[in-house]
């Protein structure tokens, strides 16, 4: 049998990759430059010239870019998502009474 005639995809389980943005980061980036359309129309349509426009969006997308790519190289692909689950959990547990461990059966803690 010949093999060579089907073209086998080798990154079938890779994530999305654009200029070194990984996963979601682009979608990140897509929110940045939605939302300084956003801002550049709304300050262009309230009457500020165009060189202020152009300002506050310029310095807003440099910093929010540079915040981006330092995000996706610091975390990687799903580190972004642990850090924020992990800043979730709760250090200590606190119980001041004793009806909640006295409702426990012993069967839903052996689950």
Do not use: D
Not at 36 to 51: H, K, N
Request: proline residues 1%.
């Amino acid at each position: 049998m010949n093999n060579s005639i089907y073209s086998i995809n080798k990154g079938i389980n890779k994530s999305i990759e654009f200029r070194g943005l990984r996963a979601q980061y682009i979608w990140y980036f897509a929110g940045l430059v939605l939302g300084l359309m956003i801002v550049f129309a709304g300050l262009y349509i309230a009457g500020a010239g165009t060189l202020i426009c152009f300002s506050i969006c310029g310095t807003a997308a440099a910093f929010g870019s540079i915040k981006i790519f330092a995000l996706s190289r610091k975390y990687g692909e799903h580190g972004l998502m642990k850090a924020m689950a992990r800043k979730r959990v709760p250090r200590v547990l606190k119980s001041y009474g004793r009806r909640f461990f006295q409702q426990l059966n012993y069967q839903e803690v052996q689950r």
